[in-house]
C-alpha cells in the first residue's frame, strides 16, 4: 500500500482554481513529495497558506533555494512571458514543465523566443475542466477526473511527452495530442465563443433600463442564469485569451453572426418549421454530450 | 396533522416536465385531493401511469364525465386555442384555472378571442422554473421552490387572484403581479433570448467540417456544454415561443447583436481594457444573483 512518490518536488506557478486543483491532485495522487507554490498576490498567498494545500508559497521565484522535478505554468496568458523569463534563469537542472494555457500557438511562441536553457523540457498542455470560480479555495482534485487533456507538443520528437502525459493522467484525465493551431481554433468554437457569447448577453440584458434590470436578475431563473455562471470566471484570465486567441476566435464569431441572423429571420418571418429542426438537431448533439459522459450536472435547486 | 385539502379535484392539460411536477406538488402538498391529467400523446400516458402521479390520465376531455376545482394548462403554446375551446364547451360550474406559458400577451388574446364561459375563472401564469429535460418522468415537486411565479391577470379586478395565487405559493413559490406585455420583455431578455444564443451556439458548432465536429463535442466541457444543456430542451415548446413573442425577441436580439458587435470590435482592435471592465461587470452580476438565491447548482463532475 506504501506507494512511492514519482517526484520529489513540484512547483506550480499561480495558484488560482486551477494551480490550486493541481496542488491537490499532486499529494491525493502521491505524484510529488513537496509541493510549493509561487504567486504574486498577498491574498492568494494567505489563502493557500490557510488552506494547508503546499508545503511552501513564494511571492518571488528567486526567494526558493532548490531546484524542481516538474513546474506546472497556471497563470493567465499575459504573464507568461515574463515567469518563462525567470524560469529560463532560474532552472540548474532537468526540469519537466507543463503549463494550463487556454491558447497554445501564443504559448509557444513566448516561450520559443525567451527560452534557451537545454535543462527544461517544456509540454504545452491544457486540461478542459474548470469551473466559473476563481481562487485557491475553489480547487479541488476531482476537477480532473474523467475530463481531456489536450497536449501540444513542441516537437512530437520530444522525449518527455510520455512522462508528462503520465501525470495528468494520473490526475484522472485522458490525453490527447493535437497541433497547436488546431487546438486554438476548437477551442475557439467550444470555449472562447460561448463565454464571449455569454459576456455579451450578460451585458446586454443589464444595460436596460433600471427596472427592466432589476427584473431581468429577478427572473435569471428562466435561462439567463447560466449565461451568468460563465460570465463568473475570472475577467482578466478571459481577456487574455481574446487577446492570444484573436484570429480563430473572430472567425468563428464570424460563423456564429450568421446562423443567429437566420434564426432572426426565421422569427421574422414566421418560419417555425425552420426553428423547430434546427432546435431538434441541437437536441441530439445536447444527448451525445451526455452519453460521452462529458454534460456535467446541473441542479436546478438551491444548496443552502 | 390531518391537513384538509383545499379542493377536491384538480385537471392538468398536458403532462410534460411542468404538467408533472405540479402534479407531485398538488399531492405532497395536499392542494387537490384527486389529480387528473389529459394528454393526447400515448407514450406520455403510459409514463403518467407508470410513475402513478395522477389519479386517472385521458387522451380527451370528452372521456371524464367530473367537473374540476381547478385546471393547470401546461402544454405548448400552440395548443393554446384548441385547449381553450374544448374547456369552453366543457365547464359547467365554478372553476379556476391558470397556466405555465412562457408568453402572456398571446395566452391573453388567445383566451380572448374563445372563451366565454362565465364559470371559468382563469389567471395567466409563468412560473419561472424548469430543466432542459422534457417528459413527465423528470418532473419532480421541489422544482418550484425558491422560484419565482409572474402572475399576469386579465383585470385586476378579478375576485379570484389571490385563490389562484395562493395555490402557486403552496407549492413554494413567489408570487410576483405583471403586466403581460412586460413580462414578455423581460422573459425574452431572460430566456428567449439566451435560448436562441445557445441553439444558435450549438448549430454553428456541429456545422463546421467533421472531423472539428467531432472535437467541439469531445472537449465540450470548456463551456459549450453549458449551451448544449439549455439546448436539450423541448423543440416545439421553443418554436412557439418565438412565433408568440415575436417583436420583444426581435427588439432584444437586435441590441444583443449590438453589443456582441463591440465585443468582436474590441477583440480586432486589442482593446483589452474594454474586454477587461466589461467581463468585471458581468461577474458582479452574478455575484447578485448568487446573493438572491437564483443561480442553481452546477457540479462540473459526473453523476454516475
Known amino acids: 500500500m506504501n506507494k512511492h512518490y514519482s517526484y520529489s518536488s513540484a512547483l506550480i506557478v499561480g495558484m488560482g482554481l486551477i494551480g490550486s486543483s493541481i496542488a491537490r491532485s499532486l ?12 504567486d504574486n498576490n498577498e491574498d492568494i498567498i494567505n489563502t493557500t497558506n490557510e488552506l494547508k494545500i503546499v508545503d511552501d508559497i513564494k511571492n518571488n521565484l528567486n526567494k526558493f533555494t532548490i531546484q524542481f522535478d516538474i513546474i506546472f505554468i497556471c497563470t493567465p496568458l499575459s504573464a507568461y512571458k515574463n515567469i518563462f523569463d525567470q524560469l529560463n534563469n532560474y532552472v540548474k537542472q532537468y526540469t519537466l514543465m507543463t503549463d494550463v494555457g487556454s491558447t497554445k500557438v501564443s504559448v509557444i511562441e513566448d516561450y520559443k523566443s525567451i527560452v534557451d536553457n537545454k535543462h527544461i523540457a517544456f509540454l504545452p498542455a491544457h486540461p478542459i475542466a474548470g469551473l466559473e470560480k476563481s481562487g ?18 513542441i516537437s512530437n520528437e520530444d522525449k518527455f511527452i510520455e ?10 484525465m485522458t490525453t490527447e495530442i493535437m497541433e497547436a493551431s488546431r487546438h486554438d481554433r476548437v477551442l475557439a468554437m467550444t470555449s472562447h465563443i460561448p463565454q464571449l457569447i455569454a459576456y455579451s448577453v450578460v451585458g446586454t440584458a443589464t444595460d436596460l433600463e433600471t427596472q427592466m ?15 451568468t455562471r460563465l460570465a463568473g470566471s475570472d475577467p482578466v484570465m478571459w481577456r487574455d ?4 486567441n484573436k484570429e480563430a476566435v473572430l472567425e468563428m464569431l464570424g460563423r456564429f453572426s450568421e446562423d443567429l441572423l437566420t434564426f432572426q429571420k ?17 437536441k441530439d448533439i445536447r444527448k451525445i454530450i451526455e452519453e460521452i459522459g462529458q454534460a456535467g450536472s446541473f441542479d436546478p435547486t438551491e444548496k443552502n
Open 213 to 227: 434590470k432589476d427584473e431581468v436578475i429577478k427572473y435569471s431563473a428562466a435561462g439567463f442564469r447560466d449565461f
Open 163 to 172: 512522462k508528462i502525459a503520465s501525470v495528468w493522467k494520473s490526475f484522472g
Open 136 to 153: 485557491p479555495e475553489f480547487g479541488f482534485a476531482k476537477l480532473f477526473g474523467n475530463r481531456y487533456c489536450i497536449l501540444t507538443p
Open 27 to 38: 499529494k491525493e495522487n502521491k505524484i510529488a513529495e513537496k509541493v510549493y507554490a509561487l
Open 241 to 244: 485569451i481574446y487577446a492570444k
Open 266 to 282: 426565421a422569427i421574422r418571418n414566421n418560419d417555425i418549421q425552420f426553428l423547430e429542426e434546427k432546435f431538434s438537431k441541437s
